[in-house]
């Protein structure tokens, strides 16, 4: 696996695989009712959003 190679280190291949996809794990908002959303192709180009949550919303 190249992103084990690069940064030299051990991944759990089973827990791994959770952060991978299109569907969000799930979470509570914190305090300031962000979140931030990193989408990283398999070119490895990376992009970065950052939304503001409607109050008391669960994704």
């Given at each position: 696996?190249?992103?084990?190679?690069?940064?030299?280190?051990?991944?759990?291949?089973?827990?791994l695989?959770?952060?991978v996809?299109?569907?969000?794990?799930p979470?509570?908002?914190?305090?300031?009712?962000?979140?931030?959303?990193?989408?990283?192709?398999?070119?490895?180009?990376?992009?970065?959003?950052?939304?503001?949550?409607?109050?008391?919303?669960?994704?």
């Amino acid at each position: 696996m190249k992103l084990k190679k690069d940064i030299r280190a051990e991944l759990d291949e089973d827990l791994l695989k959770h952060f991978v996809g299109t569907v969000s794990l799930p979470f509570e908002a914190g305090a300031n009712n962000t979140v931030a959303v990193k989408i990283v192709d398999d070119r490895g180009i990376e992009s970065l959003k950052v939304m503001r949550l409607e109050t008391g919303e669960m994704k």
